[in-house]
Structure formats: structure tokens, C-alpha cells
């Protein structure tokens, strides 16, 4: 037998003889045609979740026979199915720690106790490492959802989750609707102080509804709930609700639910404070309600109910897909394949629970999922505080990289130094670590990799090429054809406005009189001489822009080219609101290709471009060669079309200039690119551009985006 069957503290609690409580209920659940055993006291407070193997200890533990006898037995029976010394020790601490054992047998009971007494002296290191392991018991609820069942039981337990479906999918109908006027403002100020005193007074509020949904869940299906309090999150409480008890229900939809009762309810508060927000008048009443979607919505779907973190949504996917213990048997996975593949050890662990191809795939990909997913908002909570609190969120920062990156690598190396089984091959673990340590070096920071942006652009017309109509008239005359050639300042429409023409003349009349006033002021000797020249200035200044106006109604060509009024036919006699497309002169040059990218590709571009790829809308499947024909000096918010905005299809979020134009929410540069000879597209198509740089090293490239992410989020 080898020597890993064997525990060094085996001395201590092999004489002794445990017992499970009088009290303990077994329950026997089937995952994925595998049998999981629950045990759990009458409260359902402590439970435990076993496997086949770790039940046929536990069945065992009838207070007559000796942990040296169960043990032997399961070697006769099992052989090298039997469980190993260090597990069936870790197993007996397990349901010690459960209060799952009677504490009648004084070894074992020094040992597992010195155990618990070494945990509670890390206890601070816990909070550091992990800040949900602090939770303070309060009170008993069971009473109080025994009551909500009973109310909530007029209706069908499929009604309520129909109804909560129902109100969250009709705000989500809405959504868009609103989206413009929830984003308008963002975040921004999410964090100033008088709103975190609002966020403090909500927020515990929703959370303990949040608690009590699960809470009614598990009453609902038979289970007790006996323990509610609160758990301390940074020291900040929060409300919580012991619901281990749906680890005993038989069916994994009951578990599902009781797991994802807690987000439906959140989602079911942020749609409705999405209603009231909707009719609420600017104040304090429509800032609750915002900061109320906020929480239960958004940090909900981000944290609570998503499954590549450790909370409800990661219960929910764990039952469904039924795979207990989901984050920890992959994470023991990936350490199995790098000990065997890498380290060269040549032997897997016994495993007494086949595992199938479903089961390999989550492990295969659900822990480096879950890792990018953690550092990723880790990171991305500790630039978001940094925008008001920079040293709070420098240091969240730090130390997010330190637990997601320095923790793990320094406990995995920990683990793989005091590994027997890796201390046997010696060096031929060492050389196969180093060997993939030189890979993975030379992978990510010497092989180059292909490094392309792609980004859009227009087909470029200027502003000044487009025809529009100066003021709300309507068209007299056209002076020049569809199709024309015309040289620039040619006429080619003239609008009448009779109320613009009527006000010049009433401005022209104000401005006699105010001359007239004026001159005898000045006869007279008045004192109000100067007022009365004010008044002529203010005159004169009214009947120079009225007649700035009607000089506009005569519309002439700002550049030569050719005339292009899709409307032609029918345009005189025509009313047009001020601003209206009437048509546009395209130039006699080649047009360009006008692209707008976000303001950190401009330095790689000057520095790295390689080449350039271009494929317009009408015929994507044609690449064409492009060069750059002229740089745009500085970075501006214009945007070069609306095909460019959001709205348009485009990359570019946009806000509503002064003017009326539409300005990109972020800065942007801005190049043109020639075409191939004798291509002519449309103005205003799209294209798609593929800048090609320099080959470059991953960790080069994601310094460079880090350093940009840095740089952009602390103004710098």
C-alpha cells in the first residue's frame, strides 16, 4: 500500500469511536446518475453535502467501533476504492465543525478542536482573504416565513415566478425607450458622499428582501430557515438568511430556485423602481429610485446573480447543470493535469467518482472563466472608485492584483514544495516546471503576434457640400438642374420667407425711428443721449442679422461640382424647416474614406501602422489596398456622420452639441484615406478599415492597454 494512504495524524484518532448525532437525517440526492449524500440536523442549519465514498465512513461512525477498524474494513471491501487516512481526517473535522458528530470521545475530539482553535487564530486573515467569513446570528425567522407562506400561498408558487418574470421582461421592453435619459448621466457622482449615505440606507433594505426571498423559497418547499443575522462586508452589515436546508431537496430545480430567489427579487425591485423613476419628478425621490435600480439591478446581474462568481447565480448553475462543488473540483482538476502532464508525477489521484465528458468540459473551462471574470471586476470596481476616492481605489487595486495573481501563485508553490508525490520525481518535476515556466515566458513576452485594429469610416462628404435650407421658407426658384456642373458660388436655389421679409422691414422701421430719437436727443442737449444711441446700435445690430437672414435665402454652390437633387421634381413651391437636406454638390475630386477611432490607436498608428485594408459596405468581400492622404492634427468630439453614432450603427456613443450637431461622448482621431483609382462609392456609405501594426508580444500589448486604462481613468 503506498504511502499516501497514510496520515501522520493518524496516531491520535485512531482508537477513537464518533458517532453521527441521534438527530442527523440522510438524505440521498442524484447528480448526473451519481448519488451525493446531504446530512443536516432537524434545523437544516448544519449541513453537509458527502460523497459515496465519504458516506460509506460516515454510515460507519456508530460509536462501537474504532476509526482504525472502519478503516480497515473499507480497505478489505473497497481496496483501492478506500479512502485514505488524510481524508477520512479531514472528513471527521468536516462534521465536528457541522456539529454533525456527538463529542464523546476526548482524542479525537483534542485533535479536531485544536484544529478549529487554529482557525479561529487566522480569523483575521479570513476577513482580510475573504471579508464574507464574519456573520453574526440574530434572530429566528422561521415563525415570520411561515406566516409570508401562508400569505404568499393564494397564489401558485408558478404564478409568482411567472408574475416576477412578467414585470422584469415589461421593463426590459421599456428600457430602450429610456436608455438615452438613464445614461445621460451615467455613474457620474454615484459615489459623492451625500449619495452614499442614500446607498447606505437602501441598500441594506433591498438586501434583506433579497434574504427573505430565499428565505420564503425554502419554507415554501418544507425546509426550515432558523438563522438570520447579518454578515460583515468590509465591516459594512448586511442581512442574511441561513438557507443550507435546500441542499437536502431531492430536485435540483427546488435548489435552483431557492438560490435564484434572492436575484429574481432584486430584479423584480429594480423594475419597479424603473416605473416609478419613469414618472418621477427631478429630486430626491427620482434619486432613491436611480440609485435603487442601481443596486438591484445592475450590481446584482454583475455580482450576486453571476455564476462566474461565487454567490447565487454560481448556485444556480451548479444545481442546474449538476455538478456540486463546481469551482473547487475544477480548480483540483487543473491541478491534477498540471501535476501529471507537467510536473511529471505519472499518477492521478484515485478518484471514486467517474468523471464524464460534461463534467470535463466545466472543469476545462469554467475556472480560468471565472478567474478573468473576478480580476476583471476586481479591477474594474477599483478604477470606478478611483474616479472619486484615488488613493481608496489605488489601494483596492493592489490589493484585488495581489489576491486574484501574488496569493494564488505563492499557495499553489506552497502546495506543489510539501507535495509528496511531486517530491518523489524530484528533479524531473522541477525541469518540467521550469520547461513550462520558459514557455509561457517566451509565449507571452517574446513570441510576436499579429496585433490589427479594425475601425470605421464614411465615405466623406464635407459639410459645406451639403445643400441645406437656411431658415423654415419655402422654394421659388431652382436656378440650376439635376446633374449640373457648377463652379463654386453659382445659385442654385432661392426661398421666400414673407415673415422674415416682414421683420427685416419692421427692424429697418425700428431703427429709422431709433436714429431719428438719436438725432434730436443730440439737437436738444438731452441727458439721455447715450441710451439713445444704445438703442440705435441695438437697432442696426436686429436689422443686420435680419438681413444676414434674407441674404441665406439664396442658396449658391460652396465648392464646384456636381449638383445632386434626388428630389428635384417637385421642390418648387415646397415648404422646408430650417436645417432640411435639399441636396448636396459632390466634388469633381476622388472622394475619401473619413475614419474616426478612439484617441489611443493614434500614437500606434503614427508610430506601428504596417498597412491598411479597406471593404466598403456594398461589397464586403472586397478587400482593397487604401493610403493614408491626410491626418487631422488634434483630437476632436466632431463626428464625421451620424452612420458613425450608436444610433447609425457605428462604435460611437454621441451627446447633442450646442449647435444641434451630434459630438462623440469621447475624443476621437480622425485620418482620410485615398481610394483605389476609378473606385467612386456613395457618399455616406460605411467602410470598414483594418489597420495592420507592428507584431508585438502579449504582455507588451497588455502593458500598453493596463497603462492606457490607468492613464484614462485617473486623468492623466
Known sequence: MSDSHHSNDWYRISSARPRLRRDVRVVRNIYLGQPWYVLSDPTGTKVHRLTPAAQEVAGRLDGTRTIQAIWEDLQTRLAEDAPTQDEIVRLLSQLHQSDLLDNADTPMLDDLLERRDKDRAQKWKKLLLNPLSITLPLIDPDRFLIGLVRLLGGLPRALWWLLAAAIIATALAFLPLHWAALTARGLEGFLDLENLGLIALIYPLVKALHEIGHGVAVRSRGGEVHEMGLMFIAFYPIPYVEASASLAFPSKWDRAAVAAAGVVVELVIAACAFFLWIGAEPGVVRAVLFNTMIISGLSTLAVNGNPLLKFDGYHVLCDLIEIPNLAKRGNDWWGEMVRVHILGTGERARTR??????????????????????????????????????????????????????????????????????????????????????????????????????????????????????????????????????????????????????EARIRAARLQKAQAQYAAARAEGRANVIQARSRVEEAAAARDDANARLAELEVTAALPGRLNLPAATGLEGRILARGAVIGQILPQNDPVIRVAMPQALAALMQRELRGIELRLADAPDRVMPAEVRRVVPAGDDILPSPVLALDGGGPFATVPGQDGSLRSATRLFQFDLGLPAGTRPAYGMRAYVRLNFTAKPLAVRVARAVRALFLRSFDV
Open 353 to 502: 467518482m467517474q468523471i464524464n465528458g460534461w463534467e470535463r468540459t466545466w472543469f476545462a473551462l469554467y475556472p480560468p472563466a471565472a478567474f478573468a471574470y473576478r480580476l476583471m471586476i476586481s479591477v474594474s470596481i477599483a478604477l470606478f472608485v478611483a474616479g472619486s476616492y484615488r488613493l481608496v481605489g489605488v489601494l483596492l487595486a493592489i490589493w484585488s492584483i495581489t489576491l486574484m495573481l501574488a496569493w494564488p501563485i505563492l499557495k499553489t508553490a506552497q502546495k506543489g514544495l510539501t507535495d509528496p508525490r511531486i517530491q518523489r520525481v524530484g528533479q524531473r518535476a522541477v525541469l518540467g516546471a521550469a520547461l513550462t515556466a520558459l514557455g509561457l515566458g517566451a509565449l507571452v513576452f517574446a513570441a510576436p503576434l499579429p496585433h490589427y485594429a479594425v475601425v470605421q469610416g464614411v465615405v466623406w462628404l464635407p459639410e459645406e457640400a451639403i445643400l441645406r435650407a437656411p431658415q423654415t421658407a419655402r422654394i421659388v426658384s431652382l436656378h440650376a438642374a439635376h446633374g449640373a456642373t457648377l463652379a463654386a458660388g453659382a445659385p442654385i436655389v432661392s426661398f421666400a420667407a414673407p415673415d422674415l421679409e416682414a
